[in-house]
């Protein structure tokens, strides 16, 4: 794997990626740079086959504080056209891990504030702990969570988008569950157990459907139910019936026993 300054990533045997923030001295709070590696290492893990689970983790007591200040500090310094490129990076890696082709689990301890939430709303599972904590901050200081709000917004709905883009307050992990925005909920030191059981059952689904699964969620989403999704439907599934994996899932399911894309230990 590629060496970075700001993350680390790793692959094992079974196909299990990492993909870690490495800037716990100053609580992970992202930057250009940090973004650059993020976007980089994304698209490096995507374009790789063997990738078949991600999971998106941080070092240190806090997932990430959102932005960093002398970032934030060299932007306000910065021309509107400057400041557009650099909202365009910042969209670029939430697209990147939004549409990530294995399945996304993030993996959330301590605060995740501002742009933080960005990445958690994009990964398909978060488990947190339970002294987790979160906030959308940006209007405190004359600002507003614009890029990431469409991955946010799907993940709490408008409702709660209304209270917590306006009030800033910060809302703790039972709150987050409550609104979807993690699916898990652990005690402090349980994010590696949550995760492997996750990654478990993962690894026994067909890595070809799961990766199609996300295709239909993403063309589907929102879609009104005519017939020409109706046809589009259709297709992915007799597509996928007739692939190499879906008849090896089938056959080994008629035929009672383990498909071939199982590991035998």
């Not at 349980?190 to 067909?206: Q, R």
């Not at 439907?233 to 019936?241: F, H, Q």
């Amino acid at each position: 794997m590629q060496n970075y300054k700001t993350i680390t990533t790793s692959l094992n045997a079974a196909g299990v990626a990492e993909l870690v923030l490495n800037r716990a001295e100053v609580h992970n709070a992202f930057d250009d740079s940090m973004i650059g590696e993020l976007i980089n290492a994304l698209k490096s893990l995507a374009s790789n086959p063997a990738v078949r689970v991600l999971l998106l983790k941080s070092m240190g007591k806090n997932f990430s504080a959102g932005a960093d200040l002398n970032w934030m500090r060299s932007m306000a310094e910065k021309n509107y056209q400057q400041n557009l490129a650099d909202a365009g990076q910042l969209a670029e890696l939430m697209r990147q891990l939004d549409t990530f082709p294995a399945p996304t689990i993030a993996l959330v301890q301590g605060a995740a504030f501002g742009g933080a939430l960005g990445l958690v709303s994009c990964c398909d599972i978060a488990i947190a702990e339970q002294g987790a904590s979160f906030c959308l901050s940006e209007v405190k200081i004359g600002l507003i969570p614009a890029v990431i709000s469409p991955y946010v917004m799907r993940a709490i709905g408008e409702r709660a988008s209304r209270r917590y883009f306006l009030t800033a307050e910060r809302f703790d992990a039972s709150t987050a569950l409550n609104l979807g925005l993690v699916h898990q909920l652990v005690d402090a030191g349980g994010l590696s157990g949550a995760a492997e059981h996750f990654v478990g059952t993962l690894l026994n689904n067909s890595p070809a459907a799961l990766r199609c699964a996300k295709e239909l969620m993403a063309a589907v989403n929102h879609q009104p139910i005519n017939q020409q999704l109706i046809d589009s439907t259709s297709a992915r599934i007799a597509a996928i019936r007739v692939s190499a994996e879906g008849q090896e899932g089938l056959t080994a399911f008629l035929q009672k026993r383990t498909p071939a894309w199982i590991r035998s230990e």
